[in-house]
């Protein structure tokens, strides 16, 4: 009857950032404390989590309250818990380690006064990223790691940090990690820096065309790696493609290597393959201004390439692709003429 008389009030968003901050300060500072009491701050910090996360996401019967999420959002970012949290993940155990990545996760697209101040707090702690990036290093918190820093570069001045920083040289070897779920994960987080934000994209790709895609190229279109590059010509294709980057585009399939990988690639044994190197080599072939190496490559390998593309189909019936590969043979075709005349 006294318990029930008793029971301790919820805490309010606030107080919850609160507690969580001294737990994490607590638990940093006071790394000799003997093992039960250490083992009892885990747990009560594996505790806040879960609280955390119910305010942002909703507990199952009840949807999440924006004020309520507002409130925990501004004092999440008053002060320095992120860097505590961040610091402090590895040392979490599992269930907690979840509930941290997805309450930073949400923290990123919470808005007060419609401001997002994580971004605000992020440019200002940018040195944060060096942290979740190196994070692909470490077995057990690349994933985690990972899925922060994804969210974290829906920001475009932090995609814009990671992308002028050394750390974007590290996704080539990432991605080639041999666990496949942090290589994938690597390889996501990739396709996110170079996709979302268009003017910063086509900036960094201009600057820095020469290294990038000399990378590009040999570690991951000429990888032994099947999946590495299968991933890496669908995302080449999204790269040129998208209007944002014509510049660079032009520039790409005005060089003799880069053709040769796409024919090679055109040649592979995988389907999927296959078609995306097309998506990509069709640009070569409506260049209307194709340098003379260019049209040399494909007039020699003309028989070869009309050929291939006679029996070249993708598994569900494509008029698009159809109209694409009558248009690539028919360019084909007439720079033979020309060749000729």
């Known amino acids: 009857m006294k318990g029930l008389l008793f029971k301790s009030k919820p805490k309010t968003p606030v107080e919850l950032v609160r507690q969580t901050r001294d737990l994490l300060i607590y638990t940093q500072r006071n790394s000799d404390i003997r093992e039960s009491k250490r083992e009892e701050k885990m747990m009560e910090l594996s505790k806040t989590m879960r609280d955390l996360k119910c305010v942002l996401y909703g507990n199952g019967q009840s949807e999440p309250v924006s004020d309520a999420c507002s409130q925990l959002t501004q004092e999440f970012f008053r002060e320095d818990t992120l860097r505590l949290l961040i610091n402090i993940l590895p040392k979490l155990n599992l269930e907690a ?60 001045s932090v995609a814009r940090y990671v992308l002028e920083s050394e750390h974007v040289k590290k996704f080539f070897d990432y991605i080639q990690l041999p666990n496949f779920d942090i290589a994938a994960d690597a390889a996501a987080t990739f396709k996110e820096l170079l996709t979302r934000h268009k003017s910063t994209v086509a900036e960094f790709l201009s600057k820095n065309y020469d290294w990038f895609f000399a990378e590009y190229n040999s570690k991951l279109l000429e990888s032994s790696n099947y999946i590495t590059r299968r991933q890496a010509i669908k995302l080449l294709g999204d790269i040129l493609l998208d209007r944002s980057n014509a510049a660079v585009m032009m520039r790409y399939v005005s060089s003799r290597d880069n053709l040769r990988i796409l024919m090679n690639l055109l040649r592979e044994s995988s389907k999927s393959i296959q078609i995306e190197a097309f998506h990509v080599f069709k640009l070569f072939a409506a260049n209307k201004n194709k340098p003379s190496d260019i049209i040399s490559i494909l007039v020699a390998n003309r028989s070869k390439l009309l050929r291939l593309f006679a029996d070249f189909k993708t598994d569900k019936e494509d008029e698009q692709f159809e109209a694409d590969k009558a248009q690539v043979v028919k360019e084909i075709a007439a720079l033979e003429t020309k060749e000729l005349s």
Request: proline share 0%.
């Open 97 to 156: 380690r979840k509930d941290a990545t997805q309450v930073v996760a949400n923290l990123q697209r919470q808005q007060v006064q419609s401001r997002l101040i994580a971004c605000h707090y992020l440019e200002a702690n940018i040195d944060l990223m060096d942290i979740l990036v190196a994070g692909y290093e470490n077995t057990e918190m690349a994933l985690h790691y990972g899925t922060m820093l994804r969210e974290c570069i829906r920001h475009q």
